[in-house]
């Protein structure tokens, strides 16, 4: 893996990050969305829930809704094992 594919993987791994942690406590982020009163407010208050250093919370504000189903969560979870593996190789 050359250094552009690794920024790049990091990168993906990033966004599938937050994804799964939203995936993962999606009755709380619901909650967060719903009671923000813009998209900035709910994006921080993503932040603060996730804990999640780096990384854009808007890729959940953006998400389609079915991506909080089991088996997209099983999918990005296999995506992010995946990738991880990849990167400690390199």
Known sequence: ?????????QRQLSHW???L???ERRHEV?????????????AERLRELLGIEGGDPLV????PIWRLTKEAHD???ATVSRVREQLERT
């Open 17 to 19: 990050e937050w994804v």
């Open 21 to 23: 942690a939203a995936q």
């Open 30 to 42: 619901i909650d967060v969305v719903w009671g923000a009163a813009d998209k900035e407010q709910a």
């Open 75 to 77: 999918e990005f979870a």
């Open 1 to 9: 893996m050359d250094e552009a594919e690794r920024k790049n993987a």
């Open 60 to 63: 959940v504000l953006e998400m």
